[in-house]
């Protein structure tokens, strides 16, 4: 349990935080606002051109004025005599100077570049839907992302997420239209909208402000498309055709020859995928000014075929998503907002296997099993935004997220009847696979398929106070999912011994020369349901010091509750304090130079399948039988078992931990420390250019300890000799480091005691890791037919954990890597991270060759990532921890080198990928005998360069092999080979 922090220090800072104002606030995550200066007294009127919203303020003693909460949107300013045209996108204040003699310098017309948001210390960038169908990007939140200066992709094992400032790829935040999206269970997704449904998309890489927790990272938030007052429609079909596509590049081994399993490291040069997209959306007004309805379905066919070793599988999807948007402006000052989402993705699977002593064919061989697929669900939001008074607003959502993970029908699939059959040859120790292993785990029929529900509720509310804005809120959501438990195919595995020409002696039983022996295994682990409960409140408020120069300062009190099957709490940290401070300095008084700072700490939850690894049970049984040797012919299993030799084994348990043993007491959730300097400056009317410092520090990290032999030497040097490791939890999440205080069984009586374990036991170092950057931007505005945006960090991300994943590994289990099971897994780990690219350039923008043909292009150029050499862990057998960590994969840094010595290495040590170059290009026709219509032809990767992304990095063979794997540093992963993708769009 976290200590609580005293109700002294709680209300001393919000007295602080009162004593300061920010008066261009957004108590929405979806709305914008518009602010600036005025004759004292005046009234300026703004209204929006596509609903008709109106509102009217006046200037106050200081000549200030906030238009706060608006609907994203093209605006109107009126005031003394004088008419504005202006854009509100989302997440985002426009200046206006009406003391200006030439105010239409300052509007915000059409492509002209965007004034400096001097009334925020967060660094964002917007992508508007307009630019996001005409650049050369991928149909995904997370590309349009990576355009963002401080973002690189993540590991290809996790898809397209993108790592933002030395983060991992599971540590951001996902919202549309207000409403959090992001996967509680794994941090790894997000619940999905169809593409050409995005009205605007807002990435924020860093200083976010207190409304935004519960993310280390970054920020992506949506605002979707909405109707208007005049009815428009668009459709849009997309076709990425698998005959313009470039092959992937096959990896020839340095083991095996021509036919055997080895010829490929990696094979992928016969994979084929074509993606056709159609969507319909569009929307006006079913009461002008008042009620707006805005619609989009999507249909799709997307098929992909891949081949590998000796079978192969083809699948396909055509499930439509929707989206629909419901805008109520119950007057100009109460508007009502519906969202409803449909995500349901079912795609249908056909596995084929080879016919025998045919690999790597690149054809399809014989039909095996079929199934489907079943992923997503639907997205339920309610918003309501107040303005009560001129100077009070408040906020209203209520959300629901209900998807399913991943299940298949038909459960169960042909073959999971089947058991687990395979045959250990005593002369050779190796291990063959026979009979049915169609599927090595199957989960327990009749619960229903793996879900995942959120709902939450947020208020927001902003009060200006004569010369102050304050800014509070709260929000409380509950996450639940549900996961099937498992077993073995077939309820059972067994391994069949090939008999030896001597007598033996099997679990303590003596058998006769020539016998037939038989290991039979049974695996079980529950069902559940599990919960996670976040709860917030934050207190924002800034103050202008003078004219130009503006303080701001937030507080956000974090809540983490992680409850396991049995509804019981087991990590519980309570007010959690997050300071968030800064700056900005608008330093010509007109918007067109700012300097800015803000520090702030940021938590993270543990995610929900934490609540599953670390609060459910695994129960294994090992039994030994004589047999006559005769098997079935198809299952290869044991037709009758004989005489059983010796007694039962089990492993694991059969009951849930207590809670107090699965956590340290004193647990301290993942936080991180930001600081943020920076300088932006409109160069003229077109240009604009900017550079940043960031430093990120994890100051808390959280992982899981799977060690034994640390808590069998605590009890013995305390004196107990009858203590069982058994009574332990498989692993125990703690903050690495630190002293473990937890419950042990020490005395084997089964009564639990509180005790501290120092961390000289388990040897762990401190959680580091740390992010060094400076950004360099550059912008120029479309004007004379062309922009661009032109970006370039230097960055540096080191220390010893990557955070909640492991891109070596590629496990999604967030929070429980391999990173701290035990003291070697952390030896030789201090240094240059995976998501570490020291330079990253990128440049996009696009050109208008004549009034019917524009050209887009994206370039990226960044440097290379570390490599280093992963072995399995250096116990011998007799070791203690030997059986513990014999089944982990190769993920220490102890590796055996080229003379088969096992030796500790450092992280990075085997120098870095190449640099990698990537063009994209898009062409856009406009033709003028149909206007409304656009042709787009897009081409990913232009030149087709494929380098190397990663090499094989596994430095052992295998736990028991001596020798280092012949395929250390060999060619792994290269660049996405070129695409084209093509696209038709009529707006009408």
Known sequence: MKAKRTAVLKYTAVAVLLALSHPEARADLSVG???????????????????????????????????????????????????????????????????????????????????????????????????????????????????????????????????????????????????????????????????????????????????????????????????????????????????????????????????????????????????????????????????????????????????????????????????????????????????????????????????????????????????????????????????????????????????????????????????LVDIYDQDTDDVIDVGCWNNINVRTLDFGPDNDQRTAFRINAEWRLNNHTIRFGFDDETFRSRIAGAEYSGGVFYRLYTPVDFADRWNGVNIEPGAHVVRKRTRTSPSGKYEVKNRAFYLEDSVYLTDNLMVYAGLRNESFDNLNADGQSFVDASDMLAPRLGLVWDVNGDATAKFYANAGRYFIPIAANTNVRASNWQYVTTEYYLYNGEVDPVTRAPVQLGQKLGSTLTSGRNTSPDPATVASADLEPMLQDELIVGYQRELNADWSAGVSLILREVKNGVDDYCGRQAFIDFAADQGYADFDPDTLSTCIILNPGRDLQ?????????????VTVPNSYLQLEEYKRTYKALEFSVERAKTDGWYARLSYVLAKSSGNSEGLVNSWLESESPGLTNDFDHKVYVDGTDGDLSNDRRHTLKLFGGYDITEQLELNANLLVQSGRPVSCFGYAPFSVD??????????????????????????????????????????????????????????????????????????????????????????????????????????????
């Not at 668009?234 to 092959?247: E, G, I, R």
């Not at 960590?885 to 120098?911: D, I, P």
Request: aromatic content about 10%; hydrophobic content about 30%; glycine content about 10%.
């Open 742 to 754: 937890m419950d042990m069984d020490l005395a084997g009586d089964g009564n639990l005691q509180r």
């Open 33 to 419: 606002s518009v602010y600036g200066q005025a004759p004292t007294g005046s009234t300026i009127t703004i209204r929006n051109l596509d609903t008709g919203l109106k509102r009217e303020l006046t200037a106050d003693a200081q000549g200030r004025f906030v238009f706060s909460q608006l609907p994203t949107g093209r605006y109107q300013l009126i005031a003394n005599g004088k008419t504005l045209e202006l854009n509100v996108v989302i997440g985002t204040g426009t200046p206006v100077d009406l003391n200006q003699t030439q105010p239409e310098r300052i509007a915000v017309v059409g492509n002209r570049i965007s004034r400096i948001d001097t009334s925020s210390v967060e660094s964002s960038t917007v992508f508007s839907a307009e630019q996001l169908a005409s650049l050369p990007i991928g149909r995904d939140v997370s590309d349009v992302a990576l355009l963002a200066p401080g973002t690189v992709r993540g590991d290809s094992g996790f898809g397209k997420l993108a790592s933002f400032g030395g983060a991992s790829v599971a540590e951001n935040g996902y919202y549309i239209n207000g409403f959090d999206v992001t996967n509680a269970r794994t941090f790894l997704s997000y619940a999905r909208l169809p593409f050409d449904a995005i009205g605007e998309q807002e990435v924020k890489t860093g200083g976010f402000g207190a409304e935004y927790g519960r993310a280390l990272g970054g920020v992506i938030n949506i605002a979707t498309k909405k109707g208007t007052n005049d009815w428009q429609f668009d459709t849009t079909a997309v076709w990425t055709p698998s005959a313009l596509s470039a092959s992937g590049k096959d990896v020839v081994s340095r083991t095996g020859i021509a036919g055997d399993y080895g010829y490929y490291s990696a094979y992928r040069s016969a994979d084929q995928s074509n993606q056709v997209s159609v969507s319909v959306g569009g929307g006006g007004a079913l009461i002008q000014d008042k009620l707006f309805i805005y619609g989009l379905v999507e249909g799709k066919r997307d098929t992909t075929d891949i081949y590998s070793v000796d079978r192969s599988s083809t699948s396909r999807n055509t499930s439509p998503n929707y989206l629909a948007k419901l805008d109520w402006y119950i007057t100009d000052n109460h508007i009502v907002e519906f969202t409803g989402i449909s995500n349901k993705e079912e795609t249908d699977y056909q596995l084929f296997l080879n016919p025998d002593d045919q690999y790597y064919t690149g054809r399809h061989g014989n039909p095996r099993t079929a199934f489907t697929q079943h992923d997503g669900g639907t997205i339920l939001i309610g918003k309501y935004t107040g303005h009560l008074t001129d100077n009070f607003s408040v906020g209203l959502l209520y959300g629901k997220l209900d998807q399913d993970s991943a299940y298949v029908t038909p459960d169960p699939l042909p073959g999971d009847e089947c058991p």
């Open 879 to 988: 070791d203690p921890e030997y059986e513990v960590f014999e089944r982990y994969a190769a993920s220490t840094l102890y590796c055996r080198n080229a003379n088969g010595v096992q030796e500790l290495t450092n992280r990075g040590q085997f120098g870095r990928t190449p640099w990698t170059f990537t063009v994209d290009i898009g062409v856009n026709y406009h033709p003028g005998w149909l206007p409304g219509l656009t042709l787009q032809a897009s081409i990913f990767n232009l030149l087709n360069t494929q380098q190397v992304t990663e090499y094989d990095e596994k430095g052992d063979l295998t736990l028991e092999d001596s020798g280092q794997n012949p395929n250390f540093l060999n060619d792994l992963n290269f660049q996405t080979p070129r695409s084209v993708r093509l696209t038709a769009r009529y707006s009408f």
